[in-house]
């Protein structure tokens, strides 16, 4: 199982990015996957989650409305849309293979660094 970020960078407040994460080494369509940001000195937090065929997401509220989770099987990619970014969603941005009934682990990436400063 690999998962790998890509897209964070130094965005100004107000700006926009969109966060990769690539999927390999399992049948992608068959999991649920979520996006998790871990800011410094703060715990990891679980930001959205998408169903494995797409059709339910969920975001936590800080992000409610700026932000999207979306998801292309066919590619084994799930992506984050950020918009309307603010200097407090700076963090590593993680993506995460969530554990299926009868597996053992959770999977995650190495994470993609996000920073929103002027």
């Known amino acids: 199982v690999q998962l790998v970020e890509s897209g964070g960078d130094l965005v100004q407040p107000g700006g926009s990015l969109r966060l990769s994460c690539a999927a390999s080494?399992?049948?992608?369509?068959?999991?649920?996957m979520s996006w998790h940001r871990q800011a410094p000195g703060k715990e990891r937090e679980l930001v959205a989650s998408?169903?494995?065929?797409?059709?339910?997401?969920n975001y936590v509220a800080s992000v409610k409305g700026r932000f999207t989770i979306s998801r292309d099987n066919a590619k084994n990619t799930v992506y984050l849309q950020m918009n309307s970014l603010k200097p407090e969603d700076t963090a590593v941005y993680y993506c995460?293979?969530?554990?299926?009934?009868?597996?053992?682990?959770?999977?995650w990436g190495q994470g993609t660094q996000v920073t929103v400063s002027s």
């Open positions: 995460k293979r969530l554990k299926r009934k009868g597996e053992e682990y959770d999977y």
């Open positions: 080494g399992f049948t992608f369509s068959s999991y649920v």
């Open positions: 998408i169903t494995s065929t797409g059709g339910s997401t």
